[in-house]
Structure formats: C-alpha cells, structure tokens
C-alpha cells in the first residue's frame, strides 16, 4: 500500500506554532462554553458561574452536565455581556487560524505573505479579545447575583467565598498559548520580510 504523504513546507518553528495555534483554539472556546470559572461549595454541592452561564446544587465542582444558559439580558453586568461577544469574536479568529494550519500541514507554499499578514492579524485580534474578557470577568463581580452566589465580601476583583474553577484557568492556558504563537508569528513575518528585502537590493550597491 502507498503512503500518504502530505507536502508541507513547514519547518520546525512552524509546526510548533501550528500546534500552539490548534491548541488555543481548542482550550479557549472549551472555557468559554463550560460555566465553571468560578465555584462555589454549598453543603456537599457546587454552584458554578461564567459570563453567560449559572449551574446550582452541581454534584462535582467540575461537572460538565448542566444545561442552564442566560439570555443575553439576564446576562448578570455590562462587563460579562462584553466578556461573552468579545470571547464569542476572539474564539472565532482562533479557530479561523487552527484551520488555517491545518490546512497548512497538506498544502505546500499555503503561507504567502497576504495569508501570513491575515493569520497573523486574526491570532493577534483574538488574542487581545481574551485578554481583555479574562480582565473584564473579574470587574463585573459588583452585582447582587453574584454576592448571592459567592458570598456579600464579592466586589470588583474580589471573588469573595467562590474559587476560580477549571474552565476559568484553560482559558488563561489558551489565551497564553494563542499570546506565543502570535509572538512566533510576528517574529516570522518580519523577518520574512527582511529576507525579501536583502533579495531584492541590487547587488551591484
């Protein structure tokens, strides 16, 4: 039987930097869906929170079987709303870019320089979208839900009695990884573009 050979042109940097990339779109969304960013044990049961999501009387500070969503009016402050359409936005600039890389892996010469400068602008807009929203999470604690939740000592970066739950600290994870491979990919494209300019100085200068 023949082999199945993928022509990539990748080198060593790029494969990693498409493994982070697959990595951050994974991990960012998976945290923005599951509501256990904060947590809250009550008697031998766990009450969990998200932007958008509130679990009660959960059987295991990291259940995945709750069901219960917010309309986007109910959503608890201003700054969760935009945590919820920022990391919505920035989930979808990740995983354009994972599939970007994966493509990648099967098709050679995929990275020109307008494709480079588009990846590297969407990986770096996501980026910034969840570094933001992971601030913003913490500044809409103020409201009464959430002091019925974690405790009257809860105020703005004060998470009073809850603790940061799971799904909170992958998407820090992912937020890092998708931070690196943005790194990776601006420290690529200038020096790819340094290397065109000294092919296209005229040797005779």
Excluded at 10 to 17: F, M, Q, V
Aim: glycine fraction near 6%; charged fraction near 15%; aromatic fraction near 14%.
């Amino acid at each position: 039987m023949g082999k199945c050979r993928c022509p990539s042109s990748y080198t060593i940097p790029a494969y990693i930097w498409a493994f982070l990339s697959i990595a951050a779109a994974i991990l960012c969304p998976i945290g923005l869906y599951f509501p256990n960013w904060l947590v809250r044990e009550r008697s031998g049961t766990f009450d969990t929170v998200s932007s958008f999501r509130v679990c009660l009387n959960e059987t295991s500070p990291i259940s995945v079987e709750c069901s219960s969503y917010l309309n986007f009016d109910q959503i608890f402050s201003p700054e969760w709303k935009a945590v919820t359409l920022l990391m919505g936005a920035g989930g979808c600039f990740l995983v354009l870019v994972a599939l970007t890389a994966i493509f990648g892996f099967c098709v050679r010469q995929l990275f020109n320089s307008v494709v480079m400068i588009l990846s590297l602008i969407f990986q770096a807009l996501g980026t910034i979208l969840f570094i933001i929203s992971l601030i913003l999470f913490p500044a809409g604690l103020y409201v009464p839900q959430t002091s019925e939740l974690c405790g009257l000592t809860t105020s703005r970066f004060n998470i009073g009695e809850c603790s940061i739950g799971w799904a909170y600290i992958i998407t820090i994870v992912g937020t890092f990884l998708a931070l690196v491979a943005t790194a990776m990919s601006w420290t690529t494209y200038r020096r790819k573009n340094k290397d065109d300019e000294d092919d296209d100085r005229d040797p005779y200068l």
